[in-house]
């Protein structure tokens, strides 16, 4: 089955037979009563509000507590478009980290003229106080997540890189459970890659990254802790929820202190060294002495600590610039410079509206593209042209005019379907992939599966979840 406007369907071919990923499920499917499986959608809502599996959308007056909406049919996966899509992702996460290293020590690419300086100098991601630096282990991008978008039957694009603080992994792993508690019969006749044990390599990922200060320690563990802004945050659950599962200390900054040259937590026996800290803290608040002077949410001197090799921070600061849509667009150049490789997985066409070239199709061409702040995320601060109103182009035209050099613009793709659980029966809705990415010396690590957003809105081609968008279960199948 192929949508309105001629995207690929995941579950259908063009002539509505059903596609082989998803023969197993289809046939479990045809033989569930309706009113059942509706009594379980419910379930599934309901065991997501008590589990307390929500998110903050910040408005203008307040932050509102959202349950992000779950849809019980699966993204199915086959073994061998897995592979495919973990040589390109491996491949693209190796570059990410050469490339941090480098810009942070010699600037080779920068020397060779494959990117322009300009993209750092006044970029706020770019850290100063990183250069000359090396992480432990030579590690920036312990996690991270690639978005993935799909438009055809072997054609998948990188939609998006997040290294500085990937989220969502708590959502991958709350819906394989709750799948797995409502239907474990399918899982018997479905044969599905875990995911369950994410958090176990997660801790171990962690550990391996010790900083020297540990290797001196004479301790035999790593002590590894998870930091938070705390309960307001809106991915508060899952700060918690992954310290949990690691068996990791969750902490805030109060928790935190410089003791003897190592950062320390509170405990009821006295003060302990941490040695890895998994912050979900941004870098302008990770250290009020070196960073913003105001900050309650970090802790005073652990950028001094860090750089004596005291204390592993994950991601490391700096990260951030990845995730710079401007950075996204030379990322074919980065991994050819770095693997000495064709990327494997291609970037969306993009336009760098900072280049007057590019800027003049743009403005010519709002009402088809899709234009994005370069540090934007969420969804928020975007045009989506085709579904956008002339008064909303205006608007946007004229933000464009006045700062091009914060915005770049790709084209509208056909974002392929998957379809979702209706009153009404099954109906396709666009989705998008975010697989995870552990990396230490010891590898890559990538988890089979990934966290998959779907647009509920019929027609949206807005996946996040502050944008009205909701999960999905994502299956790898087994060979």
């Known amino acids: 089955m192929v949508g309105k406007s001629g995207n690929f369907d995941e579950m259908y071919d063009a002539d509505g037979n059903i596609r082989p990923a998803y023969a197993d499920y289809c046939g479990w499917f045809d033989e569930q009563d309706n009113a059942s499986l509706r009594r379980k959608d419910a379930e599934a809502d309901e065991?997501?509000?008590?589990?307390?599996?929500?998110?903050?959308?910040?408005?203008?007056?307040?932050?509102?507590?959202?349950?992000?909406?779950?849809?019980?049919?699966?993204?199915?996966?086959?073994?061998p478009e897995w592979r495919k899509l973990t040589r390109g992702i491996e491949q693209r996460v190796r570059a990410l980290n050469s490339f941090l290293y480098d810009l942070y020590h010699?600037?080779?690419?920068?020397?060779?003229?494959?990117?322009?300086?300009?993209?750092?100098?006044?970029?706020?991601?770019?850290?100063?106080?990183?250069?000359?630096?090396?992480?432990?282990?030579?590690?920036?991008?312990?996690?991270?997540?690639?978005?993935?978008?799909?438009?055809?039957?072997?054609d998948f694009f990188v939609l998006e890189d997040n290294a500085r603080t990937p989220s969502g992994v708590s959502y991958?792993?709350?819906?394989?459970?709750?799948?797995?508690?409502?239907?474990?019969?399918?899982?018997?006749?479905?044969?599905?890659?875990?995911?369950?044990?994410?958090?176990?390599?997660?801790?171990?990922?962690?550990?391996?990254?010790?900083?020297?200060?540990?290797?001196?320690?004479?301790?035999?563990?790593?002590?590894?802790?998870?930091?938070?802004?705390?309960?307001?945050?809106?991915?508060?659950?899952?700060?918690?929820?992954?310290?949990?599962?690691?068996?990791?200390?969750?902490?805030?900054?109060?928790?935190?202190?410089?003791?003897?040259?190592?950062?320390?937590?509170?405990?009821t026996s006295g003060y302990r060294p941490i040695d890895v800290l998994y912050r979900r803290v941004d870098d302008d608040y990770l250290d009020p002495l070196t960073f913003e002077p105001s900050s309650v949410l970090g802790v005073p001197g652990i950028m001094d600590v860090y750089r004596a090799g005291g204390i592993t921070i994950a991601n490391a600061p700096g990260t951030g610039i990845c995730d710079d849509k401007a950075i996204y667009s030379f990322m074919p150049e980065i991994v050819e410079f770095y693997t000495g490789e064709k990327?494997?997985?291609?970037?969306?066409?993009?336009?760098?509206?900072?280049?007057?070239?590019?800027?003049?199709?743009?403005?010519?061409?709002?009402?088809?593209?899709?234009?994005k702040e370069v540090h934007g995320s969420g969804g928020y601060g975007m045009l989506i042209g085709p579904t956008a109103s002339k008064k909303e182009i205006r608007e946007f035209r004229k933000k464009l005019e006045a700062t091009p050099e914060n915005y770049i613009a790709q084209?509208?793709?056909?974002?392929?379907?998957?379809?979702?659980?209706?009153?009404?029966?099954?109906?396709?809705?666009?989705?998008?992939?975010?697989?995870?990415?552990?990396?230490?010396?010891?590898?890559?690590?990538?988890?089979?599966?990934?966290?998959?957003?779907v647009a509920l809105k019929e027609g949206s081609l807005v996946v996040n979840s502050s944008q009205g968008g909701g999960t999905k279960d994502t299956w790898v199948l087994k060979d």
Request: glycine share 6%; with cysteine; charged share 20%.
């Open 47 to 79: 065991s997501f509000r008590k589990t307390g599996i929500t998110f903050n959308v910040y408005g203008d007056d307040e932050a509102e507590e959202r349950l992000i909406p779950f849809d019980m049919v699966p993204r199915v996966i086959t073994a």
């Open 106 to 154: 010699r600037q080779e690419i920068i020397r060779a003229g494959r990117v322009p300086e300009r993209l750092f100098r006044q970029n706020e991601a770019w850290l100063p106080n990183m250069v000359g630096f090396t992480p432990p282990g030579g590690i920036y991008t312990h996690i991270v997540g690639i978005d993935l978008v799909r438009t055809g039957p072997d």
């Open 172 to 267: 991958m792993l709350e819906n394989r459970e709750t799948m797995m508690s409502m239907f474990p019969d399918l899982f018997s006749r479905v044969h599905v890659e875990t995911v369950s044990n994410y958090p176990r390599r997660l801790a171990r990922s962690l550990a391996a990254c010790a900083p020297p200060a540990f290797a001196s320690s004479g301790r035999s563990k790593p002590t590894v802790a998870v930091l938070t802004p705390g309960i307001y945050n809106s991915a508060y659950y899952e700060h918690a929820f992954l310290a949990d599962q690691m068996g990791a200390e969750l902490v805030e900054g109060s928790d935190l202190r410089v003791v003897n040259g190592l950062v320390q937590m509170r405990t």
């Open 343 to 371: 990327p494997l997985l291609p970037n969306v066409e993009t336009w760098r509206c900072a280049d007057s070239d590019s800027l003049a199709y743009v403005l010519d061409n709002l009402d088809e593209l899709v234009v």
């Open 411 to 453: 084209p509208t793709l056909s974002l392929s379907t998957c379809p979702i659980f209706t009153k009404k029966g099954l109906a396709p809705r666009h989705v998008d992939l975010r697989p995870f990415v552990l990396v230490s010396p010891q590898g890559i690590d990538i988890t089979p599966g990934g966290l998959t957003r």
